[in-house]
């Protein structure tokens, strides 16, 4: 008896559940567009050098939409529906980046771009390597604080690097990383860079001088808009997103001053020493030669 119960509840758990509603695309076909989508801005942005408005553009994305069997009326719909259930846009645009990161490894691509990986480097982000900002708040900001572990050393750098994609119809564009880095003295070292094109990004603080102890890192990725572009308006079909991909938190250890110092004047007598080997052996020469 509890058996069929627990299925009749179920079935009306499932018969309950929301669904995609008529006349709306559904997720993995929305998503298939806008992966068309990206690549079709991905050929304009390399025929015109980065310029991203046009008749050619607007001519590739039509030719999406024909691909797929969708008109402008039906994918104007969708896309608002989407900008309104931002959480769905959300997923549909993590599995996007996947799929990207996916795609430009198969074609001998190289995903992991990092720089900055030595022998005294560690990385220590646990967090998402990639996910997707969009320009609807909350999902236009995206946190992490992290505690060090017992690898960090008092003088360490703290890098913070990432790639930057965009996918943007128009508008400015721009993502700025905070990066700040809390001592046990309370003093807070910190930096913001912003990128404004597909690119490689870094955000680095150092602590070679003051050779101070790390109690916690924190900071954020915001995908900043312009003043004039009315984000609060769900009715909208304009396409304003940037993938962050293969985030890294590196901290690479540096030599006390001191220290390198010491080693740089060792260097300068190791130097001095060899001169004076090399004169004597060219004076010897001279004297076995006369």
């Known amino acids: ?19 995609t509603p008529s006349g709306i695309l559904p997720e993995d076909e929305m998503e298939n567009v806008l992966y068309d989508m990206h690549v079709a801005q991905s050929i304009y942005e390399t025929r015109s050098g980065g310029v991203t408005t046009g008749a050619d553009l607007i001519a590739l994305r039509a030719s999406v939409l024909n691909k797929h069997g969708i008109d402008k009326a039906e994918w104007d719909t969708s896309f608002n529906y989407y900008c309104r259930n931002a959480r769905e846009m959300y997923s549909i645009y993590q599995s996007l980046s996947e799929r990207i990161e996916r795609d430009v490894v198969a074609l001998g691509g190289k995903v992991d771009g990092i720089q900055g990986e030595e022998a005294d ?15 609807q708040a909350p999902y236009n900001l995206y946190t992490f604080e992290i505690q060090p572990d017992s690898t960090f050393e008092d003088g360490d750098r703290i890098t913070l690097q990432y790639d930057v994609q965009f ?5 400015m564009r721009d993502v700025a990383a905070y ?6 003295n309370d003093s807070i070292a910190s930096v913001v860079t912003h990128t404004n094109f597909d690119s490689h990004g870094i955000a680095t603080v150092n602590n070679d001088v003051d050779r101070l102890h790390v109690k916690k890192i ?5 995908l900043v808009q ?22 890294k938190l590196l901290h690479l250890r540096t030599v006390p001053p001191a220290v ?29 030669t006369n």
């Open 260 to 288: 390198a110092k010491e080693e740089q004047r060792e260097a300068v007598d190791s130097l001095a020493v060899d001169s004076l080997r090399r004169d004597s052996i060219r004076k010897a020469q001279v004297v076995v």
């Open 121 to 135: 480097t560690a990385n220590v982000w646990k967090a998402e390597p990639s996910f997707i900002l969009m320009h």
């Open 226 to 247: 312009n003043l004039t572009q009315n984000t609060s308006n769900p009715n909208t079909s304009t396409i304003r997103l940037a993938a962050i991909r293969n985030v």
């Open 167 to 171: 996918i943007f119809q128009d508008g």
């Open 1 to 19: 008896m509890k058996i069929i119960s627990y299925a009749i509840i179920l079935m009306l758990m499932m018969a309950c559940a929301p669904s």
């Open 218 to 222: 924190k900071g954020y990725f915001i």
């Open 179 to 184: 990066l700040a880095v809390c001592y046990d």
